[in-house]
């Protein structure tokens, strides 16, 4: 069965910092392009950053850039968004996605609350 768990969300300040993890099982993890979306209120899902399936080659959305670090740990199973200077407009739920070929799984979310 596959599984994609999101944790790390919570309510945080400006300025602050959060630390996302997605748990995978039930498929190859290794081999899966990794991304992490958010979705805010009346807005659409948009792609906050990528790694490809050996964590060499990352890509980012231009307001996340210097801000957000992705990773991945293949002996875990485990992909992280590390979140720094948070603002308020990256409040959203955040997803995992796990992409390889047609193949293509989505975690359940974590939201993430940026206010003072």
């Known amino acids: 069965q596959v599984q994609l768990v999101e944790s790390g969300g919570g309510v945080v300040q400006p300025g602050g910092s959060l630390r996302l993890s997605c748990a995978a099982s039930?498929?190859?993890?290794?081999?899966?392009?990794m991304s992490w979306y958010r979705q805010a209120p009346g807005k659409e899902r948009e792609l906050v950053a990528t790694?490809?399936?050996?964590?060499?080659?990352?890509n980012y959305a231009d307001s996340v850039k210097g801000r957000f670090t992705i990773s991945r740990d293949n002996a875990k199973n485990t992909v992280y968004l590390q979140m720094n200077s948070l603002k308020p407009e990256d409040t959203a739920v955040y997803y995992c996605?796990?992409?390889?070929?047609?193949?293509?799984?989505w975690g359940q979310g974590t939201q993430v609350t940026v206010s003072s």
């Open positions: 996605r796990a992409k390889f070929l047609n193949f293509d799984y």
């Open positions: 039930g498929f190859t993890f290794s081999i899966y392009v």
């Open positions: 790694i490809t399936n050996g964590g060499r080659s990352t």
